[in-house]
C-alpha cells in the first residue's frame, strides 16, 4: 500500500527533522545566551565598580533577551505552520478546480530537470488517480514547503528560552559570589571562553562542521562582542 | 533547450528567495534590536538613577548583541552554503559510483506519492541521460536543499547587524537626551512602542500573517519583555 508507505516514510522523515529542529533552538538560545549577557557583564564590568549593577544589567538582559528570543521563535514557527496551512489549503482547491494549470504546473517542475512532457505524463496520471498525494506532491516540489509538525511553536520557543537562560546564567555567576568586580571579571571571562569552547565543540559535532572549527567559531563570537562591548563601555565613562 | 529554460525558472526563484532572506534578516535582527536594548533600559531605569548609565549599558548592549547575532548569521549562512556543496559532491559521485541505489532512490521518492515503478520509470530515464539535471533533482526532491546564493553569508550578517542597530538606538534616544531618567523611560516607552506597531504592521503584511495580528504580536513581546525586566530589576534594587 503506497499510502501506508507514505506514511511511515513522512514519520521517519519527521523524527530525523524533529531532532535537527531542537539542536537548531538550543544553538539559537545558548549562543546568544552565552554571548550578550556575558559581553554586557564584561562591558560595564569595565565601566562601573558595583558587581551588584553588573549582575541587576545581566539579569535584566537575561529576562529580556530569552523573553523576545524565545518569543519570537513561538510566532516563526506559528507563522510557518499556518503558512503551510494556508498553501495547502490553496493546493487542496487547485487540483479540484484548476486542473489544467495544476497539470501545466507539474510538466513544467519536471521540464526544469531536462523530463520531457511525455515522460513526466505516467506520473501525472497517477498523481490524478490519488489527489491528496497530488496535493502532497505540490506542497514539496513545486513549494519546497514541509508540513511542519504540531506544538512545535511552544516547544521551540520554551527550548530557545532554556537554552538562553541557561547559557546566560553561566557568565553572571561569578559576578554573583565574588566581591571584587575585577576578579568575577577575569573568572567570567575564563568559564565563558570555556563553555563556548565546549558548546561549539558539540555543536559543530552535531551540525558537521567539525568540532574544533565550531570552538574557535563561537569563542571568537563571544571573544569580538566581549571587547566591543568592554572598549565602548571604557570610552563612554571615561567622556 | 530545456537547461536553458531551467536556468531561467531557477534564477527567477532565486531572486524571490532573495528578497525573503533580506527581509528575514531585517526581521531578525529588528525584532530582537527593538526588544531587548528597550527592555534593559527600562528595567535599568526602574533600578538606578542615572540615565548615564542606562545609555552605556544600552549601548554594551547593542554591541554585544549586534555583533552576537550578525556573526551568528554569518555562521548560519556559510554552515548551509558548506552543507549543500558538500552534499552536492557526495550526490555527484553516488549518480555515477552507485546508480543502482540512487535509482532505487527515485523510485522510492516517487511511492511515496503513490506513484508506481512503472510510471516513475521515463522519469528516471529522461534523468539519468542528464546527469547534471539528475544531481539537481536529487538535491531538492530527495534532500529538500536549495541552493544558497553567493555571498549570502556576509550580506546576512550585515543585514541583521544594522537591522539591530537601527532598532536598538530608538529606545536609547530619549536616555541620551532627556536629563531626567523617569521622563526619558516614558518617551522611550511610548516611541518604542510605536516603533514596534510600524515594525509589525510591515512585517505582517510582506510575510502574509497580516498587519493589525502582527502588529499586536510585536508590541507583546516588546511589552513583555521590557515589563520582566523592569520587575527584575525592580525586585533586585529593592533587596
Redesign the interface.
Known sequence: M??E??HS??NHHEQHFQSTETVRDVVIGM??GL??P???AA??SG??NSTH?V???G???I???S???G??GY?AAQ?DA??YA?ERLREEREVVERVRDEEEEIY?I???????R??????L???K??PP??V??MM??EL?L?EPQRGRAAKSASTIAVSYIVGGMIPLLPYMLMASGLDALKVSVVITLLALVVFGGVKGRL???GGLRSSL?TV???G???A???G??RL??AS
Do not use: K
Open positions: 503506497p499510502a508507505h507514505a516514510h513522512h549562543s546568544d554571548t550578550v556575558f559581553a554586557l562591558g560595564l565601566a562601573v549593577l549582575v541587576l544589567a539579569l535584566a538582559e529576562a529580556a533577551g523573553i523576545a528570543m518569543l519570537g510566532l507563522g499556518e503558512h494556508s513544467e519536471f521540464d526544469a530537470y531536462g523530463v520531457d511525455d515522460a513526466a505524463t505516467p506520473v496520471e497517477a498523481l488517480r490519488n498525494a497530488w502532497d506532491f514539496r516540489f519546497g514541509e551540525t558537521g562542521t567559531q571568537s563570537i563571544g569580538i562582542a566581549a566591543a562591548a568592554f565602548l563601555a563612554l565613562s
